[in-house]
Each structure stands twice: as structure tokens, then as C-alpha cells.
């Protein structure tokens, strides 16, 4: 688990802030069948026989690769594809060092066989994770390609060169097919002669930072990818959930079925018994087809005794937020400076706002599934997932076997963001095939899919900042409170802050601010209401989509208040002194690299510049999610608003990134661009609220993503950069929310602290 695991671990509180690194393996290069195997290997193993290893399958890799007797490059992936491009990515970065044909390279999605070590996808990882050991991986291949086509060549290696999958030597060449066919590749390499590997300047790269289109996108077009709803195996019936009424503790008295014995194909109702206390109170309807099994469900009458939490509110899980920050003896000082009730004791004046952020859900076009299975002892699970390896332990406690009797295989995911991370809806399709015997392919329905979601939590959070007779911070206090995911999933990562208290990351890091303000105080603190009544989800950006909401609300506002332009007031802060200066390799520069996003934000977009009546501009900035893996972003909204109304139009978004190396450009572009939008969409659009301990919105009918004709205006560019590539599936999510409330006091002068931004609340802000 080292890559969540380092992950967890915050510079702020003294724990260890790992930069990616081969985690202790070798490399070795061997025979398997048709062609050569490129694989890390364990630890413990130095001393193996590359094709023993192989033919056994103990090595280890997380990523590995293979070159096919007709030259073919097949690069393996254990991250999920859901629309980010990450098999490109990643195979770009082997490819590039390995000097290979790029025509010849291909895409391999693997199942979670355990010699693939750690599955998990999200976080905006993949890319930072891989980069240097994918790098060291192709670096070796390619060195070696040249010593055995040296020698085929009948010359020194020192004479010849790597390029386009071949080996060259002044006129003469072979190619890298030939060499694998006829040569000996039989290496291996020790930890320490791979981490002594020479990569490649960043100025020799070829492929990396290049144009190219996606792998991945061909068989998307042409309708051969298959997603996890598409998997289908002989004998099977399918399933449509029974979903009790709250998610926790409801019992089942009785199921009626008897109108639904009259429809076609309809088979029977399966009362679950979960060990795993995952799916309490479920049932599973079974028929021929999911269209009859969804009939027959809607005639099954189900009387349940709900959990606890049958009469839980938005406002009561807000209301629990408010009591728990204004408890100062509780939650996790996850920052916490010396002088900062001095600072707020001497401060010329105090500036204090409270922000909220609503519930939100995934909705991702393609709805959880699950396709279950035993065969030959072993159980197969048929679905899009984004963390393997956190379920399956699961999955062999509900079916009461060992670990290493559970498979699951891989399948493209009709979006992620967050929801596969918890493979939860893979759990009553197991339980149900295991009644049956039988295999059972279970689909949820859009209604289905959003009750059992696990949402992003609403959010309350209260921020402070002291000042000094100029207007200068001098300290600062962030308090924030939601439902936590990693505390409800994998509570034994969780890290712990300066007070002893363990937190969770995911919802805390992003404030964890680059600015010098003085003294700093960060709590984390956990709703436990909200934890009770849903379970709270990663959604994409996690705790940075609310926190960051407050954090640049509030420096906008606090600009304000010192009379400040916006930008001068953030760059002000942004002094790269101390543990702000940045280290090498993930965050080299510090804030200085974020003041640099900022400025050019400010160049391009039309900041300075008068607006027409009621349309104005907000910035906001961010790091990111992760404080050691910092993705530089500057973001610029432009808006208009409606007085009669209260109708907000985003008429631009600008953006600036700074994300280090950027491998592929164009999936550069889309993630930078995807994840803008679905800020826009959850600051304007997206966003429901729960009700006697549901979400109130359940369908497209009522809840509502940026549509088409809402999407603006769109200027974004990278800096141009050789530092070590960080992640993009996130940073920009968490920017375009503070940039558009702040654009709105621009515009008409009302400050908008909760989010979605409905117009019903700037209408009432306006007539205030």
C-alpha cells in the first residue's frame, strides 16, 4: 500500500514525504514465450534467473511492459480508463526512453492478479507515481536493445544508437523485432543499478510532450471497448437492487413478491445476509433480464425497519458541523503554528466568514455493475473499478473465502471520479451469485446508482484571519468539518496530526496553503452525523473541491478588506519563505512557482480591464490537492449576472498550470479542461441536498450538470517546464468555485459562501 500510503503523510506534522521512487525493485529482462518480459522484480530476489522468474510469475511490477517477436510493444496498465487517457500516458514515458516505434506500441489493461502489487487509481497519482520508474524501465530496455544489437551488428556499443525501434550503427541497422527474435536478453538489474540509471535530458526526449492521439480512443469510437456493463457470461441472470431506506442499520421484515410473479422472465427475490455489514438490509431481485428483473422490482413490496439516520437533514448534518467547530477541544490540529491566539489577541482588526458546500454526487454516465461468478474455485468479479485492492479483501469476507479466490477482471469505466474508487456495488452481486449459484450480472438503475452513492459530504467550515494596522496578515485559523471517507474505508491510514488526533487527508489537504500569513492554525474535524447517515465518498478533488471553495472565497475577501487588488494581495503572500519554499523533487520552487501561475493568469486574461455592467472577474488559485505533490494553477472567471433574475452566466474561464514535464499534451489539455468544467458544473449547476436521510435528487430530472450550452468560453496554456510531472486529474476542479463567487462580487458586490450558487440566493443577496 505504499502509494496511498505516502500519500497519507503530511510534511506540516514531521512524517516522511516520499517523492516516487522504485519502491525497492529491480528489473530484469528475460524470455516468455513469443518474445522478451520487462518486469520488476521483488525484493529478495536480486539474484534470480530473469526467465525462471518469469515462467514463474513472482515478479512484481506495478507497471511492466513486453516486445513481441514482430516488434510489438505491449504495455501493461493497472490504472483504470475512464476517460483520462492514462494508458497513453504512461506508455508514452516507456516509449520515449525505450526509443521505440510508437506506431508499435500498444495497450494491455490487466485484472488485479497479485503480481501486479497495488491497484488503485485516483488522486491524480498515476502520472507522478510512474513517471521515474517507467522512465528507468524503458532506459534499461533500450540499453540493453543496444548491447545485443551491437553484437548482432559486429560492432562496439559505444558505435551505436537507439531510435524509431531500431539499433543503429553508421549506415547499418536492426531492429528491435530482429533482436528479440536472435538475441540474448537475459538480464537483470539490482535496485541499485536501476536507480543509477541514466534517463534521458529533457531536451533529448522525443515523444514526451509531443502530440499524439490517445490509444485508447479508437476502440471508444468504433464501439469495441468494453465497459463493465457490457460483460456477460453464459448462464447468467441478472439482478436490480433492493435499497432499504437508510444506509445503515435497516432490517427487512418481509418481501411481498407476489404481483411481481407475474412478470415475464421474473425469478425470485434474494434476501442478503452480509457479513460485511456492506449492503445491510438489501435485497436483490433475479430475473432473465435486467429489463424484467427492473419490472418486477417496481411491483415487490419491501417493509423495512430503517437505521438511525431515517430523519436526517442537509441542515442537520450543517448544524452538527457548526456545534463540532465551535467545540475548540475537538478534531485534528493539523497545522498548528505557535502565536496564533497572540496573533488574533494583538490584531488591529479580525476578518471571519463561514463557507458551505452541499452534498454532491458522482453521476457517472455509466451506472455501477457488477458481474459475479465462481469457476474452477476461484470467484470472478466482472466490473469498472478504480481500487482494486481496497474491495477485495471485502468481497472474500462476503464470500467467505481467502483473499486469493477472488479475481477481478478489467473493464474500461463509464466515469470514475471517485465513485469506483469504493467498489462497494460489487458486493451484493458476489452475495447473490453465492445464494444462486449461479452467475448474476447485477445493474443498478440511475435511482439505484444515486442512493447508493457515496457523495461528497456537505461541508462547514469557518476561517479567521488577524491583521496588522497596514493590512498585513498576521495570522490565521481554518477549521473545517465533513464526512469522512478514508475514516469510513481505510481508517488505518489515516495519518496523525500535531495534537495526536488522527485525520483524514483527503478531506483537509488543501488547505494546507502555500501563503506566509503568520501564525497558522488548520483543524480538521469529523462529522460524525454525516458519517452515520450516507458514506462519504472521494469525488473528484475530495476535501480540495470544499476547502479551497472557503479558502479563496475568503482571501478574496480579506484583499478586500486590506483594500487590495486581489492578485497583488495573493502574491504578497505568496513569498516562498520556509516551509513554503518548496523542495526537490515534487515541489521545487514552492510558492514562487504558484505566484508565477498567478502572474500569467493575470497577462492573459483581461484582468485590469473595465467590464460592462453587472460582469465582473474573480480569481482564485490552488496548489492542488496534495501539498507534496503540487500542481500550480491559477484560474480567472469571468461572469455576468442577471439583477432581475439572479441568473449567473460564466462567460470564460483562464487557466494557467504549472504541472512540471507534461507528458501528453492533449489529455493535458482535457484533463486541465474536464476537470474546469466540472468545478463550473458543482459551483452553478450540480448539487442536492439530503432528506430524511437521503439525497433528495436522484435522476437527471431534477439534478442537473452544466449542460452543453452552458460551457464557456475556455483559455488555458501550461508553463513550460522540465520539473518532475505532478497530477492533473483534480487541481482545477478546486479553483473554478472561489473563481466564480469572487467573480460575482466583482460583478454586482454580493458574496456568495455557500456552493452550489443558486440564483434564488444571489437574488435574495442582491435584494439584501
Not at 503530511?10 to 529491480?26: Q, T
Not at 497513453?88 to 521505440?100: H, K
Amino acid at each position: 500500500m505504499n502509494k496511498l500510503f505516502r500519500s497519507l503523510l503530511n510534511p506540516d506534522v514531521g512524517a516522511v514525504n516520499h517523492g516516487p521512487s522504485l519502491s525497492r525493485r529491480g528489473f530484469l529482462i528475460g524470455a516468455a514465450g513469443a518474445g522478451i518480459t520487462l518486469a520488476f522484480y521483488r525484493p529478495g530476489l536480486s539474484f534470480a534467473q530473469p526467465e525462471e522468474v518469469i515462467e514463474n510469475q513472482t515478479f512484481e511490477p506495478t507497471i511492466w511492459y513486453q516486445i513481441e517477436n514482430d516488434g510489438r510493444i505491449i504495455v501493461n496498465i493497472a490504472e483504470a480508463e475512464m476517460g483520462q487517457h492514462v494508458g497513453t500516458a504512461l506508455a508514452r514515458i516507456v516509449a520515449d526512453e525505450l526509443e521505440a516505434d510508437w506506431s508499435k506500441v500498444e495497450l494491455h489493461h490487466v485484472d488485479s492478479d497479485p503480481k501486479w502489487g497495488l491497484m488503485v487509481t485516483g488522486g491524480s497519482w498515476s502520472v507522478w507515481e510512474n513517471f521515474m520508474p517507467l522512465s528507468r524501465a524503458g532506459a534499461a530496455g533500450r540499453q540493453v536493445l543496444i548491447e545485443e544489437g551491437a553484437k548482432l551488428l559486429g560492432v562496439n556499443a559505444s558505435q551505436c544508437r537507439a531510435r524509431n525501434s531500431e539499433v543503429i550503427a553508421g549506415n547499418r541497422s536492426i531492429s528491435y523485432a530482429e533482436i528479440v527474435q536472435r538475441g540474448d536478453m537475459s538480464r537483470s538489474f539490482s535496485e541499485d543499478e536501476l536507480e543509477k540509471i541514466q534517463v534521458k535530458k529533457p531536451e533529448d526526449r522525443r515523444l514526451i510532450g509531443q502530440e499524439t492521439q490517445a490509444l485508447d480512443i479508437p476502440d471508444k469510437t468504433d464501439g469495441s471497448s468494453m465497459y463493465g456493463i457490457d460483460a456477460t457470461v453464459e448462464n447468467m441472470v441478472y439482478g436490480r437492487p433492493l435499497i432499504p431506506p437508510t444506509r445503515y442499520g435497516a432490517k427487512i421484515n418481509s418481501i411481498d413478491d407476489s404481483e411481481a410473479k407475474n412478470v415475464e422472465g421474473y425469478l425470485q427475490t434474494i434476501q442478503l445476509n452480509d457479513p460485511t455489514d456492506t449492503v445491510p438490509g438489501w435485497a436483490v431481485v433475479i430475473a432473465t433480464s435486467f429489463y424484467a428483473a427492473s419490472k418486477a422490482a417496481s411491483k415487490i413490496k419491501v417493509d423495512w425497519t430503517p437505521g438511525e439516520t431515517a430523519n436526517v437533514s442537509e441542515q442537520d448534518i450543517l448544524d452538527r458541523g457548526v456545534e463540532l467547530i465551535e467545540k475548540s477541544d475537538v478534531g485534528a490540529l493539523v497545522v498548528n503554528d505557535d502565536g496564533v491566539d497572540d496573533a488574533f489577541s494583538n490584531a488591529d482588526s479580525v476578518l471571519e466568514e463561514d463557507y458551505i458546500a452541499h452534498t454532491v454526487l458522482h453521476f457517472q454516465l455509466e451506472p455501477v455493475n457488477a458481474l459475479a461468478y465462481q469457476k474452477d474455485g476461484i470467484w470472478e468479479i466482472h466490473t469498472g473499478n478504480q481500487w482494486q485492492s481496497l474491495i477485495l479483501p471485502t468481497l472474500a469476507k462476503a464470500l467467505d473465502v481467502a483473499e486469493d479466490k477472488v479475481i477481478m477482471r478489467t473493464y474500461m469505466l463509464g466515469g470514475g471520479f471517485g465513485r469506483r474508487l469504493n467498489g462497494d456495488y460489487a458486493v451484493p452481486a458476489a452475495l447473490a451469485s453465492k445464494a444462486l449459484n449461479r452467475p448474476v450480472k447485477l445493474v443498478f438503475t440511475r435511482e439505484d446508482d444515486a442512493r447508493f452513492d457515496s457523495v461528497r459530504s456537505p461541508a462547514y467550515q469557518r476561517v479567521r484571519m488577524a491583521f496588522d494596522a497596514e493590512g498585513n496578515p498576521t495570522g490565521m485559523e481554518h477549521h473545517a468539518t465533513a464526512g469522512w471517507p478514508t475514516q469510513v474505508m481505510v481508517p488505518g491510514f489515516m495519518p496523525e496530526a500535531t495534537n495526536g488526533e488522527k485525520y483524514d487527508p483527503f478531506a483537509i489537504q488543501g488547505a494546507a496553503h502555500w501563503y506566509s500569513v503568520g501564525a497558522h492554525r488548520l483543524r480538521a474535524i469529523s462529522n460524525d452525523l454525516a458519517n452515520k447517515t450516507f458514506r462519504p465518498g472521494w469525488l473528484r478533488s475530495v476535501g480540495s473541491g470544499w476547502v479551497n471553495w472557503a479558502l479563496e472565497s475568503f482571501m478574496d475577501q480579506a484583499a478586500r478588506k486590506a483594500g487590495k487588488d486581489p492578485i497583488e494581495f495573493r502574491l504578497a503572500l505568496l513569498k516562498a519563505e520556509g516551509k513554503n519554499a518548496g523542495e526537490a523533487p515534487n515541489s521545487v520552487g514552492g510558492a514562487s512557482r504558484q505566484a508565477n501561475v498567478l502572474r500569467r493568469v493575470r497577462e492573459i486574461s483581461e484582468w485590469g480591464q473595465e467590464m460592462p455592467a453587472d460582469t465582473g472577474l474573480g480569481v482564485a488559485t490552488t496548489y492542488g490537492q496534495e501539498r507534496n505533490m503540487p500542481t500550480w494553477t491559477a484560474c480567472v472567471a469571468k461572469v455576468h449576472v442577471d439583477r432581475n433574475t439572479g441568473k449567473v452566466t460564466l462567460q470564460k474561464l483562464t487557466l494557467v498550470t504549472d504541472a512540471g514535464t507534461v507528458v501528453h499534451p492533449d489529455g493535458a489539455r482535457a484533463q486541465v479542461e474536464g476537470a474546469a468544467l466540472w468545478g463550473a458544473s458543482m459551483a452553478l449547476h450540480e448539487g442536492t441536498v439530503f432528506e430524511k436521510g437521503e439525497v433528495k435528487d436522484q435522476n437527471l430530472n431534477t439534478y442537473s450538470p452544466m449542460r452543453i450550452r452552458d460551457v464557456p468560453e475556455i483559455e488555458m496554456e501550461f508553463v513550460d517546464s522540465t520539473e518532475l510531472s505532478v497530477g492533473l486529474g483534480e487541481p482545477a476542479t478546486t479553483v473554478v468555485g472561489p473563481a466564480i463567487g469572487n467573480a460575482i462580487f466583482a460583478a454586482v458586490g454580493v458574496r456568495m459562501t455557500e456552493i452550489p450558487i443558486r440564483r434564488e440566493a444571489v437574488l435574495a443577496a442582491l435584494k439584501a
